[in-house]
Nanobody, 124 residues
Framework: QLPLVESGGGSVQPGESLRLSCVHS????????IGWFRQAPGKEREAISC????????YFSDSVRGRFTISKDNQRNTVYLQMNTLQPEDTALYYC?????????????????WGQGTQVTVSS
């Protein structure tokens, strides 16, 4: 069983919305920091946002600020990424990652566990 499982990706048209979910099993979202990253073909992995008890909510990408919102449901052990007004440049494989017992960071190498990703494709 994977510790992190993403879902909610899909193919949408520009301007539409998606909500990604990241279920964190084995540990709790209350204790860990959960980050969202994305990687488009031929590009480096990009940090989008993170939520955690220690550092609160952080947004790392200027391109998503104001359009994407991160939240969590402690009872469901799930972190969400609400993505509005999607654009073709948002097309990527989206990953969530957990950092155990530490605060949020944009450095992907500092995260302990990763999901397998969920594909988001935005095209007309």
């Amino acid at each position: 069983q994977l510790p992190l499982v993403e879902s909610g990706g899909g193919s949408v048209q520009p301007g539409e919305s998606l909500r990604l979910s990241c279920v964190h099993s084995g540990f709790t979202v209350e204790e860990d920091s959960i980050g969202w990253f994305r990687q488009a073909p031929g590009k480096e992995r990009e940090a989008i946002s993170c939520i955690g008890t220690i550092t609160g909510i952080m947004y790392f990408s200027d391109s998503v600020r104001g359009r994407f919102t991160i939240s969590k449901d402690n009872q469901r052990n799930t972190v969400y990424l609400q993505m509005n007004t999607l654009q073709p440049e948002d097309t990527a494989l989206y990953y969530c990652a957990a950092r155990r017992g530490r605060g949020c960071t944009s450095y992907s190498v500092l995260y302990d566990s990763w999901g397998q990703g969920t594909q988001v494709t935005v095209s007309s």
